[in-house]
């Protein structure tokens, strides 16, 4: 019998060729690895003076990423109702949490979203989508969150073949 933990890797023990050496992870192991990805962006709409303006974004931690998904939520009725998506800034606030410096170091207080929401949709769709990447979020993420869903069938494509996302909002 097969232990399938429904990512479609299976069991990992029946992956482990009869002699091969592996190492499992400690704790202490994982505490002093940096495993959050970082991209270089270009921003066509912002580069100026023949200058090219490039933006690096990381992954959110996982304190980052509870942060920004409680920043989406709403009181949805008197304090007793479930709480309610509010799509309000939502992609100036992942950008801010993810834009950083070149020592990794965010660049950007929560508190910035307002004032770069002024600014391109365009530039800021471009950097949102490779912090979705980064961080791997999708709508299922807000259906889970939520408990409901935003007007989507969850297994709703976009039309393009591939899972609905942030982005095709």
């Not at 921003?43 to 992954?59: A, C, F, M, N, Y």
């Not at 929560?110 to 365009?122: E, H, P, V």
């Not at 709508?139 to 408990?147: K, N």
């Amino acid at each position: 019998m097969s232990d399938d933990t429904g990512d479609g890797q299976g069991n990992l023990d029946d992956q482990v060729a009869v002699g091969e050496l592996v190492t499992f992870a400690s704790p202490a192991d994982i505490r002093l690895l940096d495993d959050r990805s970082y991209e270089t962006v270009e921003i066509p709409e912002w580069s100026h003076d023949g200058q090219k303006t490039l933006v690096r974004v990381r992954g959110l931690t996982g304190a980052e990423r509870d942060g920004w998904e409680a920043s989406l939520l709403r009181d949805g009725g008197g304090g007793r109702g479930r709480p309610k998506m509010d799509y309000s800034d939502l992609r100036a606030k992942l950008i801010v949490r993810c834009w950083v410096d070149g020592d990794g170091q965010r660049v950007c207080r929560d508190s910035d979203a307002q004032w770069l929401t002024q600014k391109s949709a365009s530039a800021l769709q471009r950097i949102f989508e490779v912090c979705q990447k980064l961080s791997r979020l999708t709508d299922e993420d807000v259906d889970e969150l939520t408990g409901n869903s935003p007007g989507r069938d969850q297994n709703e494509e976009n039309g393009s073949g591939s899972p609905t996302t942030f982005a095709s909002l």
